[in-house]
């Protein structure tokens, strides 16, 4: 649907909207249910050591994934430009190949970071290829607005990834065999993915916006959207792998399990940006779709954090004592995860406004995390607090010059009509 015919039909568009969001809110919250399950068997049948092995690389395989999530936004967008499906499936198996020669490279300095097994560490990062293809359909079902399709997608990815780990632990296999299994589970998602994509969307391109089609876009256009991407995934993670590094083998596991409220709450309302990020994109309705993605965030994050401070005295039951220690910190780790997601809306609309070059204030704060983490006392605490602090720092600069400055595209079209 053009922009004319939205604006001659609001009623329409806000049904497509609620009902987009509701479907793609579905479908991630089916896979970050069953991705949080994941923690669960596995806290308990590896016991905390094992387990903050298995969740250091869970974190490892976030960052060689961060590629997928680049490339999606990127299809997306050019979909709506007019590229043709075949341009942006090959430039979805151009930067699998990237991918996949950067996992394997990165295997043997991630063991030796995390002090974890070669083979295990080569399981975890071995999804990150898949995953670009992957993504590739789940951005040719995003530029289509398919977000039926694109929910039951979501949730049968989050499936493949963990039911297959899940059996494999319940019958007693170890970290590494689990993290095969995921792998397998997430080769088998993407083939009925493809399926799906053929299936749903149109064979022939929709039609260019503002009528002029563009050339197709290259690995590039994926790097610049990339870096974005990976900073936000790097700062969803730096605080556990280096509590991994710096706490005791018991603590950084009880670290590890605290996350999960933190992912959770960073994960569970990402139908948001889905769902907005083509609003995001348009400079007339920029900053409203800015502040409504925020407002929706804050509103999910604030029952997130009660709801992790009335579930706290249930952490002993349901994975051991050996947990008590986290249940106090435990609405904190959630306020985190809160303010990530809030701070990741504010990077999206870089990626929409092509403005990706802001996305220097997250690596700066970044690097203020480490530093903080680093100086901080060896406590599950003080690390826990360091991080928070300097994310919350980040996320109001972040904001601020994302409300501040306009987008460049806006700009360019009134020197234009001028």
């Given at each position: 649907m053009d922009p004319q015919a939205r604006a001659a039909a609001p009623g329409s568009a806000t049904r497509r909207f609620l009902t987009g969001a509701g479907a793609v809110t579905?479908?991630?919250?089916?896979?970050?249910?069953?991705?949080?399950?994941l923690h669960?068997?596995?806290?308990r049948w590896l016991g905390p050591e094992g387990y903050g092995a298995f969740a250091a690389l869970l974190s490892a395989q976030l960052l060689v994934a961060v590629p997928s999530l680049a490339l999606q936004a990127v299809v997306a967008r050019e979909h709506v430009r007019g590229a043709p499906h075949e341009a942006l499936r090959s430039l979805g198996a151009r930067v699998a190949l990237l991918v996949a020669l950067i996992a394997a490279l990165a295997v043997v300095p991630v063991s030796l970071l995390l002090d974890t097994p070669v083979l295990a560490t080569a399981a975890a990062l071995s999804p990150g290829p898949v995953l670009c293809l992957l993504a590739t359909e789940q951005g040719l079902l995003q530029g289509a607005e398919r977000f039926r399709a694109l929910g039951m997608v979501l949730a049968l990815a989050g499936a493949g990834k963990?039911?297959?780990?899940?059996a494999v632990l319940a019958a007693g296999g170890g970290v590494g065999t689990a993290l095969a299994a995921g792998a397998v589970g997430v080769a088998a998602a993407w083939v009925v993915a493809a399926w799906v994509c053929r299936a749903t969307t149109t064979r022939r391109s929709r039609p260019p916006a503002g009528g002029t089609a563009l050339a197709s876009p290259g690995v590039a256009a994926v790097l610049a959207a990339g870096q974005v991407q990976l900073v936000m995934m790097a700062l969803t993670s730096v605080d556990l792998l280096l509590a991994r590094a710096l706490l005791s083998p018991e603590d950084a596991g009880r670290y590890a399990l605290g996350a999960v409220a933190a992912k959770a709450a960073f994960w569970l309302p990402q139908a948001v940006g889905t769902v907005l990020y083509p609003r995001m994109a348009d400079p007339a309705g920029h900053r409203g779709a800015v502040r409504s993605a925020v407002g929706v965030l804050l509103g999910i994050g604030a029952v997130v954090v009660l709801a992790a401070a009335l579930a706290a005295p249930l952490v002993p039951a349901v994975v051991g004592e050996a947990y008590r220690p986290v249940t106090g910190a435990l609405w904190a780790f959630a306020g985190l995860g809160v303010t990530l997601s809030v701070l990741q809306a504010f990077l999206l609309a870089t990626i929409a406004t092509n403005r990706t070059v802001e996305a220097g204030i997250a690596w700066c704060g970044l690097v203020l995390t480490a530093a903080a983490v680093w100086a901080a006392?060896?406590?599950l605490g003080s690390v826990l607090g360091a991080t928070l602090v300097v994310v919350v720092l980040t996320t109001v600069v972040a904001g601020w010059r994302a409300f501040r400055v306009r987008p460049a595209s806006a700009v360019a079209s009134e020197r234009s009509v001028g």
């Open positions: 579905l479908g991630s919250l089916l896979a970050n249910i069953a991705a949080y399950l669960l068997p596995a806290s963990v039911v297959p780990a899940v006392p060896r406590e």
